[in-house]
């Protein structure tokens, strides 16, 4: 089991920007790639970005490239997210996974996940 702890959405202006931690612990060595998510009201979940432990190798939903940037400390199992310029349509609950096999921009390839962190974004 791994498990999952989100942190740092709120509400910002458009143009601002947002942090989002998440701390993992449990089997963290069970998944070698951490993603994060997000889902708006009434849409399907989304990639927005990974990770992979061993190398640092990062992936972006083409949506937030250059906007957005993940990171992670391996030893401490954390990965964060730095969201910048931000738009009203990233208003959404971020949802931090942990890997465990197939696509990585696939949410069925990730069986553990945080209970998520509501980030706005106002116009």
């Known amino acids: 089991q791994v498990q999952l702890v989100e942190s740092g959405g709120g509400l910002v202006q458009a143009g601002g920007s947002l942090r989002l931690s998440c701390a993992a612990s449990g089997r963290t060595s069970s998944s070698i790639i951490l993603g994060w998510f997000r889902q708006a009201p009434e849409k399907e979940r989304e990639f927005v970005a990974a990770?992979?432990?061993?190398?640092?190798?990062?992936y972006y939903a083409d949506s937030v490239k250059g906007r957005f940037t993940i990171s992670g400390d391996n030893a401490k199992k954390t990965v964060t997210l730095q969201m910048n310029s931000l738009k009203p349509g990233d208003t959404a609950v971020y949802y931090c996974?942990?890997?465990?096999?197939?696509?990585?921009?696939?949410?069925?390839?990730?069986?553990?996940w945080g209970q998520g962190t509501q980030v706005t974004v106002s116009s």
């Open positions: 996974a942990a890997f465990t096999g197939g696509y990585i921009n696939n949410s069925n390839s990730y069986a553990y």
């Open positions: 990770l992979t432990w061993i190398d640092g190798s990062t």
